[in-house]
């Protein structure tokens, strides 16, 4: 008899395939009646497959009495709630490393695109704009200091590859990281102050709900850029929405909103704003590997192994 478990969203084809080949799968975000498919499956369902956007909350994770394992398809797990995983013994696994890589390009690439106006540019040339028109200079990235708030596996992957370019790093977060040679500050207001980029790598979660606050976005002041590769839940959102609006902030370059995928309209105009919808980790290749981790995970406990990549 195959291993029942719940899917409550999407994956890759690949990953799929795999998980209905050696699973029986109850797939949670196409039931009709979701209540009614939960209701008659889960005193039978030892795992969930879920991602970092759709997590489990109490209520699923509390409706599910054999449940053993949570395998996340993601390094964030934000929206799963640990301390309720934790109390029922359920062992949580994550995605980290392997999208590290894409996720600090993508942080690289919005900063770029952001303060170079690449979108705009972009925009210039297609609409014809060109034979008629100049288009307007931008701001130079190399000599600036970059401050990052988080300097995890992704804050260090992005510091790697934004000193080539000639940028000084600083960082915030917890604790200083030994044998780390970059300033470290333990307020991030101080090293907002003195910093030309604030890059937000760092978990989200309720340790760093609106970290990213007014006072921090006042002292980045009118000649600062913010970019958030993170969580939407880092920012206080009304507030950078206000400061790049009345031009107390230089740009923004966000993959991460609060409310995804709703973002403030305000923001769609702005050409201080270079916008995506969350795709740090979104290749092909990096998708597959974060499936394959999702797959192993499963495959190790079920054959009673240690999982790979534990959270809890
Ligand atoms: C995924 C992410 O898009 O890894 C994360 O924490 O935010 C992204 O890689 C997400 O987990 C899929 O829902």
Not at 31 to 59: C, F, H, N, W, Y
Request: hydrophobic letters at 45%; one cysteine or more; charged letters at 25%.
């Amino acid at each position: 008899m195959a291993v029942e478990i719940v899917q409550t969203t999407p994956m890759p084809p690949a990953i799929q395939q795999a998980l209905d080949r050696d699973y029986t799968v109850h797939r949670l975000w196409e039931a009709k009646d979701r209540d009614a498919l939960l209701k008659e499956v889960a005193p039978r369902i030892r795992g969930m497959v879920t991602s970092g956007g759709v997590g489990a909350q109490p209520p699923l994770i509390e409706a599910l009495p054999k449940l053993e394992v949570i395998s996340s398809f993601g390094v964030g797990y934000d929206s799963i709630d640990i301390d309720c995983a934790k109390r029922r013994g359920v062992i949580v696994t994550n995605t980290p490393d392997v999208l590290t890589d894409d996720v600090a390009d993508t942080a690289m690439a919005l900063l770029l695109a952001m303060m170079r106006r690449i979108p705009q540019g972009d925009q210039f040339v297609r609409q014809g704009r060109w034979p008629k028109d100049k288009f307007p200079l931008t701001d130079k990235l190399g000599g600036k200091v970059m401050g990052v708030l988080g300097l995890g596996r992704i804050g260090q992957a992005i510091a790697r590859r934004a000193e080539p370019f000639n940028v000084e790093i600083r960082y915030f977060g917890p604790r200083k990281k030994a044998g780390i040679a970059w300033r470290y500050y333990d307020d991030l207001v101080a090293m907002a102050k003195d910093v030309d980029i604030l890059m937000i790598a760092c978990p989200g979660g309720k340790e760093t709900e609106k970290l990213v606050n007014a006072a921090v976005i006042d002292a980045l002041g009118p000649k600062g850029y913010v970019v958030n590769i993170a969580r939407g839940s880092v920012v206080e959102e009304p507030a950078l929405v206000t400061a790049l609006v009345t031009g107390k902030l230089a740009g923004a370059g966000l993959d991460v909103f609060a409310d995804e995928p709703n973002v403030p309209e305000a923001l769609w105009t702005l050409d201080s704003v270079t916008l995506a919808p969350h795709v740090g980790s979104a290749t092909h290749a990096t998708r597959q590997a974060m499936g394959d981790l999702v797959l192993k995970n499963l495959a190790a406990h079920f054959a009673g192994q240690p999982v790979l990549t534990r959270v809890v």
